[in-house]
Structure formats: structure tokens, C-alpha cells
């Protein structure tokens, strides 16, 4: 099996140090969402254990979750809150949409960032200005990725929070004595049948966003930049 670091160096090493750098700043903004939503819904944990921080050694979980960094490309965060403590009726939904939404919101700046590059771009020298395109579309194609996986109903993704704070019946479903045989199948065919689906569908949706936000702004998206 190919290793992604050395098929990404290959294609270009800029798309490589993006990726890893895209990867650690999306997960440590996306469980910082979490935690300042939680916060503002009346639950201290995130900032009582020092989890309000930008180290990426705190969000990302030591060793396992950076050996699947460094194996697959990608991984998981983390941040502690404490569900009981949240004081309205659907803030476990709002706590768990806080980090898809920060995803959101970085993905649109780097589209922002990508358009206004279009226009930039030709005045400076042709490696940086592909350097700094590789950089911002893997951006948007991160975060898409954050916003299209998170969102998915399925434990410990946060779409199946937000499922569960709505639809009482998956909820008790979640809870019940099948529920972690439920998530376990779950992900298993989600990684082994979905996972091709969901990269199409952030390829997608990353091309199709760009090349209608230059349309828009009379301007021409000449495909990926590498």
C-alpha cells in the first residue's frame, strides 16, 4: 500500500505541508468550538482542563490518534464536556454542530482567500503564487471534509449528537445495550463501503464551490492547483 506522505510529497511537497498543517489547525479550531459552545451553554469543563488552548498535543489524543495521523493522514480530536450541566433543552445539539460549523467557516475564508489569490496571484512569482494556491484549496478541501464526516449520524461523529438530541427514539437507540454494537457496525461500513463516497463528495463540493464563487465574481477557477 502506498503511504499517503510519500504520494503527496511526489505531487507536490506544498500540498504535503498543507495537508499536515490544514489537518492539526482545522481538528484544534473544530474541538474549540466545541468547548466555547459548551461554555457558553453553562458547562466549565473544557476550560476547568485546560483544553481552551490551541496546543494540538492537548486536542489530539497521545499516542494513537497521531500514529493514524501519520499511518492514514488523518484522525480525531477531542473535548471533555460535561452533558448534565448544559442548560437548555437542545444545547447537546448546539455543543456538537459548534465544530462542524467552525469547519464551515474556515472552509468559506479559504474560498474567499482562494478568489481574491486569482487576482493577486499574477503579480507575484509562479511558485508562490502555486504554493499559496495549494495551500488555500487544501484548506477549503479540509474543512469541507470536517463539515461533510462530522455531520454524518453516526457515533462518536457529531451528527449523531445532534440526531440523538432531536429524535428521541435514536437517542434511546444510542443508549441502549445494542447501541455500541450499532456504532462499531456502523463505522465499519462507513470506512469500508462510505469512505470513497465521502471523498468524492468533498472533492465535489471543493470544486464546485470555487469555481462558482470566481463565476461570481466574473473571474475564471482553472481547476486544482497542482
Not at 493522514?73 to 460535561?82: D, E, I, N, R
Not at 445532534?162 to 437517542?171: E, M, V
Not at 450499532?182 to 471523498?199: D, E
Request: one cysteine or more.
Amino acid at each position: 500500500m502506498d503511504w499517503w506522505v510519500a504520494n503527496y510529497y511526489a505531487v507536490s511537497p506544498i500540498l504535503l505541508y498543507s495537508w499536515v498543517l490544514w489537518v492539526i489547525i482545522s481538528i484544534c479550531l473544530h474541538e474549540l468550538g466545541h468547548g466555547w459552545m459548551a461554555i457558553r451553554c453553562g458547562d466549565n469543563t473544557p476550560r476547568a482542563l485546560g483544553h481552551m488552548t490551541l496546543n494540538p498535543l492537548v486536542h489530539i489524543p497521545w499516542p494513537w490518534a497521531w500514529v493514524m495521523f501519520g499511518i492514514f493522514g488523518f484522525t480525531w480530536g477531542l473535548m471533555p464536556v460535561s452533558p448534565d450541566r448544559f442548560r437548555g433543552r437542545y444545547d447537546d445539539a448546539k455543543v456538537a454542530a459548534a465544530g462542524p460549523a467552525v469547519n464551515l467557516i474556515l472552509a468559506v475564508l479559504c474560498v474567499v482567500g482562494s478568489i481574491a489569490w486569482l487576482s493577486i496571484g499574477p503579480n507575484v512569482p509562479d511558485n508562490v503564487q502555486k504554493n499559496v494556491a495549494v495551500f488555500l484549496w487544501t484548506g477549503v478541501m479540509i474543512n469541507v471534509m470536517g463539515v461533510l464526516f462530522n455531520l454524518i449520524p453516526i457515533p462518536p461523529l457529531d451528527g449523531s449528537r445532534i440526531l440523538a438530541d432531536f429524535s428521541p427514539p435514536y437517542r434511546r437507540l444510542l443508549y441502549s445495550e445494542q447501541g455500541a454494537m450499532f456504532a462499531l457496525i456502523a463505522m465499519l461500513l462507513l470506512f469500508s463501503i462510505g469512505s470513497g463516497k465521502i471523498w468524492g463528495a468533498t472533492f465535489f463540493v471543493t470544486d464546485w464551490s470555487l469555481s462558482n464563487a470566481a463565476r461570481l465574481t466574473g473571474q475564471v477557477w482553472l481547476g486544482r492547483p497542482f
